[in-house]
């Protein structure tokens, strides 16, 4: 896989943005509905890892597909610098403890992901500590998927001139200056480093059982139907069941 082949504005056939905005109301629902009965059967989860650059908009998909769900059934956790507490254990120690429970959604804003993108491109661990770390990635998934957790991962394209705009943007209103830091500069700089170490990291972890997705990311609507439909799928792919009912309930009457 080459992310150059992968148009960052594909519109994927979708009609138009109203059509977007149409379908994604009805997945919304529909995903809603099928949260609800993984929560019933408790058996399950679904784990949903969320990668991208700065204003790809990670936390606007966030809002948009897991909109009227049921918040006890969704845990949205955030990877950002690790604390001291945090590097003074392994790398997936925090990961591991943000992984959904049975009848919950998983959602990573951020993820394990980061411990080979920014960790390499900073050079934050030298070369063979990091290189390790797919096939720890890849052990990693495949035990959460042995023991009841779905996985898909998802990559948010967007090109750099998008990232441009949504930035400068972001600079202009005052409604989203919170969003800049300068720091954000510097991770422009290194875009082509970021991107090939995107490029490795999805070609090294991609599996049947842990499919990464390239979704583009240029245009919001377009982005957020593509990952409810990702979501959608993977959860009617689940097919969750409700629990049967104990015994005796037919016929009973209660006083
Ligand atoms: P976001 O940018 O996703 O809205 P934050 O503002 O909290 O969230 O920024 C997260 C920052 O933390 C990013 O720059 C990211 O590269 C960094 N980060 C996440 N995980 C790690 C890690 N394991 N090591 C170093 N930096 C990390």
């Not at 994604?24 to 650059?53: H, W």
């Not at 998934?141 to 090109?159: A, C, N, P, W, Y």
């Amino acid at each position: 896989m080459r992310l150059s082949d992968h148009d960052p504005g594909d519109t994927l056939k979708i009609k138009s943005k109203e059509a977007a905005l149409h379908e994604l109301g009805e997945l919304v629902l529909k995903i809603a509905e099928l949260q609800a009965t993984l929560f019933a059967e408790e058996r399950r989860s679904l784990l949903v890892v969320l990668q991208a650059m700065d204003a790809a908009g990670k936390d606007g998909v966030i809002n948009a597909v897991f909109d009227g769900i049921n918040p006890q059934g969704v845990r949205v956790t955030g990877f950002s610098i690790p604390t001291s507490h945090e590097l003074a254990h392994d790398y997936l120690w925090r990961v591991n403890a943000a992984c959904p429970a049975r009848g919950e959604i998983g959602v990573f804003n951020r993820s394990h992901y980061e411990d080979v993108l920014v960790v390499r491109v900073r050079e934050l661990v030298p070369a063979k500590q990091w290189k390790a770390r797919y096939g720890h990635i890849r052990d990693f998934e495949q035990r959460l998927t042995d023991e009841g957790t779905t996985i898909v991962k998802i990559f948010l394209h967007m090109s750099k001139d998008k990232q441009r705009e949504r930035f400068q943007d972001r600079v202009d209103d005052p409604a989203k200056q919170w969003k800049f830091r300068h720091a954000d500069l510097h991770d422009r700089k290194l875009w082509d480093p970021f991107h090939a170490a995107y490029q490795d990291a999805i070609n090294e972890t991609a599996a049947k059982h842990a499919p990464w997705y390239i979704v583009p990311a240029d245009r919001n609507w377009v982005r957020n139907l593509t990952v409810a439909r990702i979501v959608h799928a993977t959860l009617k792919s689940m097919d969750p069941q409700f629990p049967a009912p104990e015994d005796g309930l037919e016929g009973l009457i209660i006083e």
